[in-house]
Every structure is written in C-alpha cells, then in structure tokens.
C-alpha cells in the first residue's frame, strides 16, 4: 500500500466558514507534509511533521492550522481564508524526511 | 543556493521520440534528485529518484543522467506515449537542513500521436 488518502477532494467554502482538510497514510511513514499549489506551479512546502511532532513551519498564516493526532494522521484547519488562498492543498508523506516522499491526490479549495 | 532551476518550460514531441528535461542545482548538499510526474487535478507521482553515487538510472522507459560535476540532472522518456503527457517537476534535498524537497518549476509534456 503506497497511498496518501485525502479528503475531501473538492471543498468550496466561504471566507467566514471553517473547514478542515483531512490526510490518512497507513505506510508507516513518520514523516507527513502539506503542500500548497498553485496553476502552473510547483508545490510550496507548508509544514513538515517529523515523529508526529511539529519540524517545519514555513511562514504559513495563522488561519491554516496543522494537527497530527498520530502516526497515520494529519489535518489542516482552515479559518479565515481569502480567495488567494483557493489551491490544490497536497499532503505526503515519507519513511522520514531523507527518503521518496508519496503524494496524495490533493484538495482542490476554492474560497468564495 | 536553494534553487532548482529547470527548462524547458513546455515541451512538444511526436509520438516515440525522446523528450528530455533538465535540472541544475546550486546547493552542493543536495544528494537525493527525485522526478515526479503531475496529471492535470492530481498529485505528483514519484517517478524515478536518483543519489550522487550513480551517473545513470533507468526505470522503464525513464532513465536519469547525473552530472555530479556540473550539478545537473536530466529525465529522458523513451518511445515517449501520448499518456506521457504531463507536467514533470525535478526536485532535491539534502541533509543537514536541507532536508525538504527544492522543486524545479516545470516542465509541461505534450506528446503528439
């Protein structure tokens, strides 16, 4: 089993609403990411976990809130956003933060 | 130091012809050089991965040259597909802070029957 699970895979919301966006890896990996992309862009990294603990935080604004309950779970929390923030948000994960990193398939966000 | 600088932008090649793609990095601690593969509305798939130690790597049809001197790395599909068609990112890492993934910016692969 090589797969990143996200969901939803579309999400619409409002710039007052909150949402969370969900990521389930069972690879053992102990390494999980959330990537931001843009059209034509190439992924932007957001936040490292490493161990379930918190290693990379990449200047990200505070209405994006990243939670990793445990070994195979990570969430985003989104609160606030703006119609710039409307991406395709990425998760991955790998072994630990030297090896592949594996992809899931990615939230599209539109926020209206 | 931190940049990945990828070309050509776009790409268009008949149907069993050889695209390549290049990749130059600055940052000598980089030691993991993976290619990934993104379909329109998908994530990335890793395609191929390559470590300094190594001057080639063939995985299929996809094989990666490895310049350690000159610091540049190339994908090259061969007997390229339509289905090839894709938008392909080099990235690369490296210990000792360097750990997370330094992305090229793109290539987009049309490959014509």
């Known amino acids: 089993d090589t797969e990143v699970t996200q969901t939803p895979k579309h999400l619409v919301m409002g710039m007052t609403n909150k949402k969370s966006l969900k990521c389930e890896q069972h690879m053992g990996h102990r390494a999980m990411y959330w990537y931001k992309q843009k059209a034509k862009k190439p992924p932007e990294l957001m936040f490292v976990y490493s161990y379930e603990k918190l290693s990379i935080n990449e200047s990200v604004p505070s209405r994006f809130s990243p939670e990793c309950p445990n070994s195979s779970l990570l969430n985003l929390h989104l609160h606030a956003l703006q119609p710039e923030d409307s991406a395709l948000y990425l998760c991955?994960?790998?072994?630990?933060?030297?090896?592949?990193?594996?992809f899931g398939q990615g939230t599209r966000l539109t926020v209206v | 130091q931190q940049q990945v600088k990828q070309s050509p932008q776009s790409l268009i090649v008949q149907k069993g012809g050889i695209p390549i793609i290049n990749c130059a990095y600055e940052n000598t601690a980089f030691d993991y050089f993976p290619w990934y593969q993104q379909f329109p509305g998908k994530g990335p798939a890793l395609l191929i991965a390559?470590?300094?130690?190594?001057s080639e790597k063939k995985e299929g049809r996809f094989t990666i040259s490895f310049n350690k001197s000159a610091k540049q790395f190339s994908l090259h599909i061969m007997d390229s597909q339509p289905g090839d068609s894709a938008t392909y990112f080099c990235a690369a890492s490296g210990a000792g802070g360097n750990e997370k993934l330094t992305f090229g910016t793109g290539t987009r692969l049309t490959i014509i029957p």
């Open positions: 390559i470590r300094p130690d190594v």
């Open positions: 991955a994960s790998s072994q630990d933060l030297l090896t592949e990193a594996f």
